[in-house]
């Protein structure tokens, strides 16, 4: 639709059409969808989902939320997740997730918001973010092979907690899919150029730079 203004009237003149094709018909795009925060029942897949595969686009990035799939100990609760997850790819639409928020079933389980920075810091709570972790990658590896670890951590959480967790959670993703694409950072407002430069200096110093396969960063405008 073109606009034409003269003397003080608009006018809309429709100029052609286009005809967009559904995410089953593309082989790849450069855009991904945010579908964040249904861990956190911000939002609801089922009222949305027939929008995504018309859109055309290839990817879209979801949290895992750990706390609602784990609300007693030791036992996971993946239909919320199945829901999007095979729906997506269904949709021809590949689901790339983020591995995020503690679960406060755990002492020292960390923090279940952006807001609540605390990472999980007890070892029982470490050992059962590892076993978490694990078990998702496995239920979903036939369907999903990138994976992020944390969102926007540079929002207060310290330099070299983060970075041993980033080594801690690559480990157990890589010990159930090796060929899996690990996301590190996932750093919010743009390019935090000084927080990255950090936690790549400690992973280094505990040999773990190499766990790492892509960094992202989220530009807020």
């Known amino acids: ?93 590949e689901p790339w997730v983020d591995l995020c928020y503690g679960n406060t079933v755990y002492p020292g389980g960390g923090g279940t918001t952006l807001q609540q920075k605390a990472l999980p810091d007890s070892e029982e709570a470490l050992t059962a973010w590892e076993n978490y972790v694990k078990a998702i990658v496995q239920r979903y590896r036939q369907y999903v092979d990138e994976w992020e670890i944390w969102n926007e951590p540079n929002y207060g959480i310290n330099t070299a907690k983060y970075a041993s967790l980033v080594a801690r959670t690559a480990k157990a993703i890589k010990s159930v899919q090796p060929g899996a694409t690990v996301i590190g950072l996932a750093l919010g407002s743009g390019v935090d150029y000084k927080y990255a430069n950090e936690v790549l200096s400690e992973l280094q110093k505990i040999n773990a730079v190499s766990l790492i396969d892509q960094i992202a960063h989220h530009r807020h405008i």
């Not at 967009?20 to 925060?37: D, F, L, N, V, Y």
């Not at 861990?39 to 895992?64: C, F, H, M």
């Open 1 to 93: 639709v073109d606009e034409i203004t003269e003397l003080g009237m608009s006018f809309n003149i429709m100029i052609g059409k286009i005809k967009p094709r559904h995410a089953k018909e593309i082989q790849a795009s450069r855009i991904s969808i945010g579908a964040e925060m249904m861990d956190r029942d911000y939002t609801t897949y089922a009222n949305w989902r027939e929008y995504l595969g018309p859109l055309g686009v290839k990817k879209a990035r979801i949290q895992s939320g750990w706390a609602k799939c784990e609300k007693e100990k030791g036992v996971y609760d993946w239909r919320w997740l199945d829901e999007i997850i095979y729906d997506m790819v269904d949709q021809g639409v």
